[in-house]
């Protein structure tokens, strides 16, 4: 293979794309319909960061050492920081191609902040601080970047409540980065072109309880109803674009990082804790409050977490936190009693939840940087985890830190066309396999430090 075009949707769910809005969507039916295309099962935890760089390096979250956009920063009780591309040390497709002399495009994928060098070009993702910022590789790019398109957008602000505003921007932040990915399709020399959008995720995340009738807060005949429709729909317009720009007889592969669904609500993590006595305030907040500005007695405290699509917890172990108090020996039985405790929650309805409970040295066997003690699903992914504390029930019907209408699920989609070669209908790939399945359309040998298989496409 010569040229390949990987485009990433973050965000996006099989019965969206693949199911209830389709029909409207003529240039990505037409590589449905000829293509190979089926499920892609995310990584743990079905978070952007890191999900796009376990499918761009074939490695899982704990080799990379990557467990979410935050980590704690050694053993701190406060102090954290976001991953950027310099947390990411394993080689990428693009660095691998690129030391066999092929040259990649590559826009928007996160996190690629700050920007690297790369055999080609680069523009950075939505972790980029802002346009005054080096944000391409070379640096001579951003001046053309500006040509194309203006002051580029790298993301929107979502957890609001004015979304007039907020559509408005999300369409038109989709409109340039696709205009810049079709420009540069047209005039750069690339053998890998890769453009990740992360539109559809503010989308879903500030939009889902307007277009989906079974969102618990869904009101009939709102304003956004058609949304969903109105936005997928100018992608497929853009997407023909592109297609058109990258070559009609240029191979497409088609991915999303995770899916969607709509959240039912968010658990207090630390507030449940403190319940089951793992947790101590020196006294009680006054209203809701960030667990960082919490008076907590460390003194008598276990275990504390972090909010977030899944729960984060850490324990308080003496010898590594600065104020430690759990023995070392003492921590497989608190890890075993708080996941005891933790499988047998019910909902605020009284249902049993269906939570999962990971180490994360035994989900990944290996488990490098700054990774949490255990990591926690909350029915089944339904319920966020929130970190804050203050609140008057365990349960909270809204996010609590900001608007925010829908959560992941471990499913999200790939679509594979070829317009010179045979489609297989296979159902179903993961994330780890995406990388050496891209070596091997390029016919390069699969890294031995990758566990995925290359998957057949055609």
Known sequence: ???????????????????????????????????????????????????????????NPGALGIYGFRHRRGSSYT????????????PTVWEILG??????????LPPSYPPKAINGCLVTCMITPGPEKEFTFPQSLKNEVRRVVGEYA????????????????????TKKRFKLASHLAREKDWNLFILHEIGFDRLHHAFWKFFDPDHPKYVVGNKYERIAEEYYGLFDELLGDLLEAAGADVPVLLLSDHGS???????????????????????PPLGVTEFEKAEVDWTRTM???????????????KGRERGGIVPPEDVPALKSELKRRILQ????????MKNSVFEPDELYGVARGDKPDLMVYFDDLNWRSAGTVGHESLYLSENDTGPDDSVHSMNGIFLYHDP??????????????????????????????MKGRAVKLS
């Open 99 to 108: 030391e066999r002399g092929l040259k990649s495009c590559v826009i928007g």
């Open 345 to 352: 929650l019910r909902d605020v309805s009284g249902r049993p």
């Open 420 to 449: 010179n070669n045979h489609q297989n209908q296979i159902k179903s790939m993961n994330a780890e396999e995406v990388a050496p399945t891209i070596l091997n359309l390029f016919g390069l040998p699969i890294p031995d430090g």
């Open 154 to 173: 790298f993301d929107v602000t979502f957890r609001v409540e004015e979304r007039d505003s907020l559509k408005r921007e999300l369409f038109e932040m």
């Open 261 to 283: 669904k709509a959240m039912k609500g968010a658990f207090c993590i630390n507030q449940w804790l403190e319940r089951e006595g793992f947790l101590k305030l020196a006294r």
């Open 1 to 59: 293979m010569e040229k390949l075009l990987v485009i990433g949707l973050d965000s996006v769910p099989p019965d969206l794309l693949f199911g209830k809005l389709l029909d409207s969507l003529p240039n990505t039916k037409r590589l449905y319909r000829d293509g190979t295309h089926g499920t892609l099962e995310t990584c743990h935890p079905p978070i952007t960061v890191p999900a796009w760089m376990v499918m761009m390096t074939g490695k």
């Open 79 to 90: 102090d954290g920081y976001i991953v950027d591309s310099r947390h990411v040390s394993e």
């Open 303 to 317: 275990a504390w977490g972090w909010g977030g699509y899944y729960a984060r917890i850490f324990l308080n172990i």
